[in-house]
């Protein structure tokens, strides 16, 4: 399974952007990219690589968010799609960041939160809020 991460870019505050993590292949046990939950975390320079959003696996029924974004962050899933949103607004400065998407194959439809907890990982975009 590879991840590729896009819809980053510098946008004012208060702004608003939508990230995209296209899911693609398919593991070598044949499992179904639905059965991934995903996950979306950021790292600021000089930061660790914090959580931001989560989604379970296919219907996506499940999610959860950082504090911080909490109100004005969504992660949505388009199985059909094979993608994994992040809708971003009222964007602040302190939002600013290289965004990454994270997948892991889950059995049931808990969300993951913690940068562990998930095996794959995408290269990044970067997201940058003038203020």
């Known amino acids: 399974v590879q991840l590729q991460a896009s819809g980053g870019g510098l946008v004012q505050a208060g702004g608003s952007l939508r990230l995209s993590c296209a899911v693609s292949g398919r593991t070598i046990t044949g499992r179904s990219i639905n059965g991934y939950a995903m996950g979306w975390f950021r790292q600021a320079p000089g930061k660790e690589r914090e959580f931001v959003a989560a989604i379970s696996r296919s219907g996506g029924l499940s999610t959860r968010y950082a504090d911080a974004v909490k109100g004005r962050f969504t992660i949505s899933r388009d199985n059909a799609r094979n993608t994994v949103y992040l809708q971003m607004n009222s964007l602040n400065p302190e939002d600013t960041a290289v965004y990454y998407c994270?997948?892991?194959?889950?059995?049931?439809?808990?969300?993951?939160?913690?940068?562990?907890?998930?095996?794959?990982w995408g290269q990044g975009t970067l997201v940058t809020v003038s203020s």
């Open positions: 994270a997948a892991v194959y889950a059995r049931t439809q808990s969300v993951v939160s913690n940068v562990g907890g998930y095996d794959l």
